[in-house]
């Protein structure tokens, strides 16, 4: 049993008399807020008195358990050998009830609360935190742009995890400086601030690649922006090219012109796919506690992405189910975002109205399906062959032609 006030002081509370004493009533009251089924016990139990200036100077008795045995002693009566020691249970029931309406812990005398630890029967939720592999930071002065040649740039080696090791690449006018890359990151984002800049003026950082064969690589990361204030600030996110094994980065104005003074302080912080380059980790925070609850909104937003139906623009075509007439249903493979159907014979004899494309009357209905049965209402046929997106749910799609109508259902996949 925990001490009721952490092992500090408590007494009796203000305005409560020395004795009291429980009557029948009373009795029947306590055992009726504790459970009703112990209401025929009340019967059994004469009244006592209880004692304020003992009974609040400490803890109540332990809140007594009872078992199998308890209810045939209590069942027994008062024949039963047993049964003083079930009415002692009873009354230590009522006097650990009637401790809280009359004691109370003295002020500052309660310990800290000290909280249960996990079940060792269960597992703390598993999830995984992206945080970055490297950050570099660069404050430099803005290059002029186009300069004879970008050899030694300062923004280069500060920003990128690297070996410390230059390729110079020779681009006539230019040589660029590229740095070897130690790690290859996954993805970036590029952070600036930028002050003393020229309003109207337009500024470029930019991140380049260039492949084990000195070949440049697309796509480029950071962008372009043009000053609206002296002062501003600035993030780009952007992904980094397979086989990217060197990298380039530059703060320079566009369109030449000298620099007037501007600063930029550069930060790209990189995602890896694994490893450490060796330099400066930065994690977004240190508590457990935060990083635990950033793991779970990790969880709860992967979820709700994986939710989301796949834009129907990127897409492979999957089975073809041929020879469709009448009535039916077709099961579909769990991957699959959308159908295309396409009419491949028709002497219907229904109209159409020409157009681009021509659109075609009376030819049937598409109707995507779950286990529990359709999703929405049915999409018309109206065109040859015709699209059709599916709910992230769907593992079949139910078909109704009109007579003399024979379809193909091509089942779409995810696409590159």
């Given at each position: ?266 930060t790209a912080t990189w995602n890896c796919t694994s490893g450490a380059p060796g330099g400066p980790v930065s994690p977004c925070a240190d508590s457990p ?128």
């Open positions: 049993m925990t001490a009721r006030c952490g092992g500090g002081a408590s007494n009796a509370r203000p305005g409560v008399p020395q004795h009291i004493v429980f009557s029948g009533g009373l009795i029947t009251e306590g055992l009726g807020l504790i459970s009703p089924w112990l209401l025929p016990v009340a019967l059994l139990i004469d009244a006592f008195l209880f004692e304020v200036t003992s009974q609040c100077a400490g803890d109540p008795p332990a809140m007594p358990t009872a078992d199998a045995l308890d209810i045939r002693n209590a069942i027994g009566g008062v024949f039963n050998p047993n049964f003083g020691a079930w009415i002692t249970a009873v009354n230590n029931l009522l006097l650990n009830w009637a401790w809280d309406q009359y004691c109370t812990c003295a002020a500052g005398s309660p310990s800290v609360a000290v909280y249960p630890s996990a079940p060792t029967n269960t597992a703390a939720p598993q999830g995984s935190i992206q945080v970055p592999c490297y950050v570099g930071d660069v404050t430099r002065l803005v290059a002029q742009e186009p300069p004879g040649n970008f050899f030694a740039q300062p923004a280069n080696a500060a920003l990128w995890p690297n070996t410390g090791v230059i390729y110079q690449k020779l681009d006539p006018p230019r040589t660029y400086d590229y740095v070897t890359l130690s790690v290859t990151p996954l993805s970036g984002t590029l952070s600036v601030h930028a002050t003393g800049l020229v309003v109207g003026q337009t500024y470029v950082t930019q991140m380049s690649y260039l492949d084990a064969a000195h070949n440049y690589l697309v796509p480029s990361g950071g962008g372009n922006f043009t000053a609206g204030a002296a002062t501003e600030d600035h993030s780009w996110t952007f992904a980094v090219p397979a086989g990217a094994v060197f990298g380039h980065g530059e703060i320079s104005l566009l369109g030449g012109g000298a620099p007037a003074g501007e600063t930029v302080h550069a506690e935060v990083l635990n609850l950033l793991a779970q909104i990790h969880r709860l937003l992967t979820a709700v992405y994986n939710r989301q139906t796949v834009p129907i623009g990127s897409y492979i075509e999957g089975a073809v189910h041929a020879g469709l007439v009448g009535n039916g249903t077709q099961l579909l493979v769990a991957a699959c975002v959308g159908v295309k159907v396409t009419i491949t014979a028709d002497t219907s004899g229904q109209g159409q109205h020409a157009g681009n494309p021509t659109y075609l009357f009376n030819r049937g209905f598409i109707v995507p399906i779950a286990v529990e049965g359709p999703i929405r209402a049915p999409a018309r046929l109206s065109y040859n062959p015709q699209l059709f997106q599916l709910p992230a749910t769907t593992d079949a799609v139910g078909y109704t032609l009109t007579q003399g109508v024979t379809v193909s259902i091509t089942e779409l996949l995810p696409g590159p």
